[in-house]
T-cell receptor, first 117, second 113 residues
Framework: AQKITQTQPGMFVQEKEAVTLDCTYDTSDPSYGLFWYKQPSSGEMIFLIYQGSYDQQNATEGRYSLNFQKARKSANLVISASQLGDSAMYFCAMREGRVNQGGKLIFGQGTELSVKP | EPEVTQTPSHQVTQMGQEVILRCVPISNHLYFYWYRQILGQKVEFLVSFYNNEISEKSEIFDDQFSVERPDGSNFTLKIRSTKLEDSAMYFC???????????FGEGSWLTVV
């Protein structure tokens, strides 16, 4: 079974608008971490945001926020005020177990975001 | 800002040849990883390394693969006898003890012909 599911292969958003990229996960471990990475066409993996399973508040980093709904096992990324430079592939990932103990990341299939001028 | 660096950025090799991909993790990090991404596909875990030994490996990481930390700064991935299906982007990553975030290098694109 897929541990990380990103159901949107591609998304379009108008510049300056907000966009939500969906991610659902599956784990029986009570301790886990959820991550979002951006991969532009140049290929590098850029860390965007992290949410721990025990965190009470949704994570935010500048224009990025993570809409964490634990009961639904979803960790959607919200990008506010989209910019042309946001056009990229976005990957959701999960790390099981005690997240500061070196566990591996499991990635979703990715969502390709295109920002229209 | 400290970063993970990888060399080479791109390598073309003949099938059957050995390849070594090199990585310099962030200096105070203790956990090291290799991931790969076949073109157009998701990122897949290969191996994690801690305290000078492999802590976890995937089924992809068979006997053709090995990792080494030959000195205090480098972390290498060796593919002994490359196959066409080894063509992929290989990412090195690292994280610090007690840290939540895994930082990735810019990747090494391997093309096997």
């Amino acid at each position: 079974a897929q541990k990380i599911t990103q159901t949107q292969p591609g998304m379009f958003v108008q510049e300056k608008e907000a966009v939500t990229l969906d991610c659902t996960y599956d784990t029986s471990d009570p301790s886990y971490g959820l991550f979002w990475y951006k991969q532009p066409s140049s290929g590098e993996m850029i860390f965007l945001i992290y949410q721990g399973s025990y965190d009470q508040q949704n994570a935010t980093e500048g224009r990025y926020s993570l809409n964490f709904q634990k009961a639904r096992k979803s960790a959607n990324l919200v990008i506010s005020a989209s910019q042309l430079g946001d056009s990229a592939m976005y990957f959701c990932a999960m790390r099981e177990g005690r997240v500061n103990q070196g566990g591996k990341l499991i990635f979703g299939q990715g969502t390709e975001l295109s920002v229209k001028p | 800002e400290p970063e993970v660096t990888q060399t080479p950025s791109h390598q073309v090799t003949q099938m059957g040849q050995e390849v070594i991909l090199r990585c310099v993790p962030i200096s105070n990090h203790l956990y090291f990883y290799w991931y790969r991404q076949i073109l157009g596909q998701k990122v897949e875990f290969l191996v994690s390394f801690y305290n000078n030994e492999i802590s976890e490996k995937s089924e992809i990481f068979d006997d053709q693969f090995s990792v080494e930390r030959p000195d205090g700064s480098n972390f290498t991935l060796k593919i002994r006898s490359t196959k066409l299906e080894d063509s992929a982007m290989y990412f090195c990553a690292s994280s610090e003890a007690g840290g939540n975030t895994i930082y990735f290098g810019e990747g090494s694109w391997l093309t096997v012909v």
